[in-house]
Antibody, heavy 117, light 106 residues
């Protein structure tokens, strides 16, 4: 069955970078877009951007441009999201999501990133 | 950026009652609107796509309507497992989410 398994929780200092991985199984990573969404504790969902493994194309929400990079490694069916210049407001659970027929059908389990000095 | 505004923020209802949730877009998103349900500690789940189409496995008590800037999610008769937070999301121009509506037990 389709699964998206994300890397474990991270604790980072302000100004550092974090790279979250998302390993896909049960389907070919290159067949579907991957989006990234984050959620601060007790808050709503915030869309960050997408990567299309098949074409190499990426698109980022304006808020994150210049700080986020989304990549993939086809050989290991893994997508990555790297966020730099971290600040306390970046503390959140980060989700990778598969896009099927334009909609978010499968979600990873989430990765908690804590930014604290 | 298209802003989605959901109302009310919280809806207090009893099991068996009808729930009506609203999502208003700052500009037309045509029918490119989806609804998601999220329970505590879980990832969101797709309920409705393209404004009115139920996703696979979603019970018939969930229905969506609207187009342009005004959309509604209706739960015809609340079941205990329906108490959760609901988000709308548009894909007309990039993607954005509404801030969510919490459906709580009265």
């Amino acid at each position: 069955q389709v699964q998206l398994v994300q890397s474990g929780a991270e604790v980072k200092k302000p100004g550092a970078s974090v790279k979250v991985s998302c390993k896909a199984s049960g389907y070919s990573l290159t067949s579907y877009d991957i989006n990234w969404v984050r959620q601060a504790t007790g808050h709503g969902l915030e869309w960050m951007g997408w990567v299309i493994p098949n074409s190499g194309s990426t698109g980022y929400a304006q808020k994150f441009r210049g700080r986020v990079t989304m990549t993939w490694n086809t050989s290991i069916s893994t997508a990555y999201m790297e966020l730099s210049s971290l600040r306390s407001e970046d503390t959140a659970v980060y989700y990778c999501v598969r896009v099927f027929n334009n909609e978010f059908d499968y979600w990873g389990q989430g990765t908690l990133v804590t930014v604290s000095s | 950026e298209i802003v989605l505004t959901q109302s009310p923020a919280t809806l207090s209802l009893s099991p068996g009652e009808r729930a009506t949730l609203s999502c208003r877009a700052s500009q037309s998103v045509s029918y490119y609107l989806a609804w998601y349900q999220q329970k505590p500690g879980q990832a969101p789940r797709l309920l409705i796509y393209d404004a009115s189409n139920r996703a696979t496995g979603i019970p018939a008590r969930f229905s969506g309507s609207g187009s342009g800037t005004d959309f509604t999610l209706t739960i015809s008769s609340l079941e205990p497992e329906d108490f959760a937070v609901y988000y709308c999301q548009q894909r007309s121009s990039w993607r954005t989410f509404g801030q969510g509506t919490k459906v709580e037990i009265k």
